[in-house]
């Protein structure tokens, strides 16, 4: 258990069922009344945020969030297979899962898979990923004005804006916080 007064950024607590991370949250001491906690806090399942005040003596469960280290696999139908790199067990997760990290993830790559009592809630695939340019069109000689792209289609299925110069077949590197072209790898 955990008071509401001791609340603090990064912390996750279990409400109704639910998970919620804390994004942010102010000790209020208003000068007439009662001191509270107002908090606004991401619930790690949906992504919903919510707005919420805690009477500073309040009580919340913390919620325990497991991370393990997983390799992916291959995909069969509606689900995702990854397999844990300790035990090797292997592990289906539906896309509702994985639908953030899959457009960057090629088979035997490592992701971060986060678990509450269990059950897999979201994958996180890694912040960089070098990924070959599979279709793009060719650039055109002259056009170099500032910031010129284009749209380019990578081995994953994913579309990532690239520089013209970027050719059919190169490998290039994609940020997969952002969904950015970082460089030629």
Same mark, same amino acid.
């Given at each position: +258990?955990?008071?509401?007064?001791?609340?603090?950024?990064?912390?996750?607590?279990?409400?109704?069922?639910?998970?919620?991370?804390?994004? *942010?949250?102010?000790?209020?001491?208003?000068? %007439?009344?009662?001191?509270?906690?107002? =908090?606004? +806090?991401?619930?790690?399942? =949906?992504?919903?945020?919510?707005?919420?005040? @805690?009477?500073?003596? *309040?009580?919340?469960?913390?919620?325990?969030?497991?991370? %393990?280290?997983? =390799?992916?696999?291959?995909?069969?139908? *509606? @689900?995702?297979?990854?397999?844990?790199?300790?035990?090797?067990?292997?592990?289906?997760? /539906?896309?509702? #899962? #994985?639908?953030?990290?899959?457009?960057?993830?090629?088979? /035997? =790559?490592?992701?971060?898979?986060?678990?509450? %009592?269990?059950?897999? @809630?979201?994958?996180?695939?890694?912040?960089?990923?070098?990924?070959?340019?599979? !279709?793009?069109?060719?650039?055109?000689?002259?056009?170099?004005?500032? /910031?010129?792209?284009?749209?380019?289609?990578? !081995?994953?299925?994913?579309?990532?804006?690239?520089?013209?110069?970027?050719?059919?077949?190169? %490998?290039?590197?994609? *940020?997969?916080?952002?969904?950015?072209?970082? !460089?030629?790898?």
């Amino acid at each position: +258990m955990i008071k509401a007064g001791d609340i603090r950024k990064g912390t996750t607590i279990e409400i109704d069922g639910n998970v919620f991370t804390i994004v *942010d949250f102010q000790h209020v001491k208003p000068g %007439k009344g009662a001191a509270f906690v107002r =908090t606004k +806090m991401k619930n790690v399942m =949906t992504g919903q945020v919510l707005e919420r005040t @805690f009477n500073p003596t *309040d009580s919340c469960t913390r919620a325990t969030i497991e991370t %393990k280290e997983m =390799t992916y696999l291959y995909t069969d139908g *509606d @689900f995702y297979y990854f397999m844990d790199v300790d035990t090797f067990e292997q592990i289906p997760m /539906n896309h509702d #899962v #994985v639908e953030d990290a899959i457009p960057y993830v090629k088979e /035997n =790559t490592n992701c971060t898979v986060r678990f509450f %009592k269990g059950s897999p @809630f979201s994958v996180e695939a890694p912040n960089f990923v070098v990924l070959e340019v599979v !279709e793009t069109e060719p650039g055109v000689r002259g056009d170099t004005a500032t /910031n010129v792209t284009k749209p380019a289609t990578l !081995e994953t299925g994913c579309v990532v804006a690239v520089p013209i110069f970027i050719n059919q077949g190169e %490998k290039i590197r994609v *940020d997969t916080r952002t969904g950015e072209y970082m !460089e030629r790898a």
